[in-house]
């Protein structure tokens, strides 16, 4: 389809053949993040959706762009996304908790950022990545791929219970045997790296003078373990004075302060 077709497709000028009085940006920055993640390509003028782009549903688009995200070159523009992801958690590691992010300015945070992004080359405003007019797209595509919520009253707050539930939809794990608590932060670690151990986070928490080992897991992956034992996605167990024990963070309103193994259920519920 040619491109002057495809954005008047996705965003008529007109309402029930009244000429509208504003033309709205948003398909033009729809075909960007489109061309930018590769779903779509452009040549000669004409549009043309890539090989792969298939879904059925909101999750499984989020699931193709949360995978895209991560392949990306770390000096690509979008890959600061997930960069930047990784170190709200670190951040929220050092601090103990996420009371920080919802007192921080928007310029204050950006200006944390970009002392520990990585930098890229050829960058406008002195290598600067990330400005503070980047956290509206920024907390929208976190909240599609599964990594936030807009909570009424607070604004976007990281939780990953959503896509932490959807990767273990998708991995190997075995499903009612218990998986030693280590091994399965080392397999979330790869397929979220962002989260505890993983290399984005690792590089995050490196900046920040924090331990990229440890034996506690952070505010942020521990809230989304305990409420997906709520739920029923996963149960968290221990023994009395066993081996191998990972402490979660703080939080005297839950019974869990410390795991040995995960279990899944033995029949693999939609997540």
Same mark, same amino acid.
Request: proline share 6%.
């Given at each position: 389809?040619?491109? *002057?077709?495809l954005l $008047? !497709? =996705?965003?008529?000028?007109f309402?029930? +053949?009244?000429?509208? %009085? ?14 930018s ?9 004409r ?5 792969g ?24 523009a ?6 930047a992801?990784a ?7 050092? *601090?103990?908790?996420? $009371? !920080? =992010? ?5 310029? +204050?945070?950006?200006? %944390? ?15 600067r ?10 907390w929208?595509?976190?909240i599609?791929?599964?990594l936030?919520?807009d ?30 608590i ?16 993983? +290399? ?14 440890g034996r ?46 995960v279990?899944l259920?033995a ?5």
């Amino acid at each position: 389809m040619a491109r *002057a077709d495809l954005l $008047a !497709w =996705l965003d008529p000028p007109f309402i029930q +053949a009244t000429p509208r %009085a504003i033309i709205s940006p948003a398909a033009e920055q729809t075909l960007a993040a489109a061309l930018s993640l590769n779903f779509v390509s452009q040549e000669d003028g004409r549009c043309r959706i890539n090989d792969g782009l298939e879904f059925a549903s909101l999750y499984d688009l989020a699931d193709l762009t949360h995978e895209r995200l991560l392949s990306l070159n770390s000096e690509h523009a979008d890959a600061v996304l997930p960069q930047a992801f990784a170190y709200i958690v670190a951040r929220s590691e050092q *601090a103990k908790g996420t $009371a !920080w =992010l919802h007192a921080a300015t928007n310029k +204050a945070l950006a200006d %944390a950022l970009n002392t520990v992004l990585p930098r890229r080359v050829n960058t406008a405003a002195e290598g600067r990545r990330f400005n503070e007019y980047k956290f509206a797209p920024f907390w929208r595509w976190m909240i599609l791929i599964g990594l936030a919520l807009d909570l009424p009253g607070d604004g976007p707050h990281p939780y990953v219970s959503s896509r932490l539930a959807r990767e273990l939809a998708h991995s190997d794990f075995p499903r009612g045997e218990q998986i030693p608590i280590r091994r399965f932060l080392e397999v979330i670690s790869e397929r979220m790296p962002y989260l505890d151990g993983g +290399a984005l986070y690792n590089s995050a928490a490196e900046k920040l003078g924090l331990p990229t080992k440890g034996r506690a897991v952070s505010p942020i992956l521990s809230t989304a373990l305990r409420d997906l034992d709520e739920e029923g996605v996963l149960a968290l167990g221990s023994l009395t004075d066993a081996a191998g024990l990972v402490n979660l963070a703080d939080d005297r309103f839950s019974r869990i302060k410390a795991v040995q193994f995960v279990t899944l259920p033995a029949e693999r519920a939609d997540a």
